[in-house]
């Protein structure tokens, strides 16, 4: 059974940094490429983030994102990272992990809110 444990969200100020982490089971993780999406509030459709090969090879939706965010991988924990810096308040939103070419299922992502 597929399942993925987001956690590591919560309320920060602008300018402030946080770390998600994502748990994946029941898939062969090292295999994959993996990514990083997020539902912003009033948008029904989850975004792409950033995404990492098998490999560790990174790519990030937009030059914002890029030179901000960092995901990474640990394959022998077969958990997702996902480092963010400078956090935005359009950064707001649920945040969840899956493999990139192919979402079957959902966890139950980790909110990120940025307030001041």
């Known amino acids: 059974q597929v399942r993925f444990v987001e956690s590591g969200g919560g309320l920060v100020q602008p300018g402030e940094s946080l770390t998600l982490s994502c748990v994946a089971s029941?898939?062969?993780?090292?295999?994959?490429?993996m990514a990083w999406y997020r539902q912003v509030p009033g948008k029904e459709q989850r975004e792409l983030v950033a995404?990492?090969?098998?490999?560790?090879?990174?790519?990030y939706r937009t030059s914002s994102l890029q030179g901000r965010f960092s995901i990474s991988r640990d394959n022998t924990k077969s958990t997702l990272y996902l480092q963010m810096n400078s956090l935005i308040s359009e950064d707001t939103g649920v945040y969840y992990c899956?493999?990139?070419?192919?979402?079957?299922?959902w966890g139950q992502g980790t909110q990120v809110t940025v307030s001041d």
């Open positions: 995404v990492i090969t098998e490999s560790g090879g990174t790519t």
């Open positions: 029941g898939i062969t993780f090292s295999a994959l490429t």
């Open positions: 899956n493999r990139r070419f192919v979402q079957t299922t």
